[in-house]
């Protein structure tokens, strides 16, 4: 229900949504970024072209996974 551009296209990360952990973040989304360089809250954004690519190679019957962190965090 935004009047701007960032929900037009998005994907629901599934973070802290089954048994959820109080104070460990909730409501994680993939939509479009508001601007290049920009930031989010918490969510991950990117260029609307890039997340309707995205959207189309995505196939949740394979239970897609993200990773989220730092590359350091990432590659220990």
Not at 14 to 33: C, D, M, R, W
Request: hydrophobic fraction near 35%.
């Amino acid at each position: 229900r935004r009047k701007d551009h960032l929900y037009k296209y998005g994907v629901i990360i599934e973070y802290n949504t089954k048994e959820t952990v109080p104070e460990k973040g909730s409501a994680i989304f993939l939509h479009v970024q508001r601007r290049a360089g920009g930031h989010t809250t918490g969510c991950i954004s990117m260029e609307e072209e890039d997340i309707i690519r995205l959207i189309k190679w995505l196939k949740p019957s394979q239970k897609p996974m993200i990773a989220m962190g730092s590359w350091s965090t990432l590659s220990e």
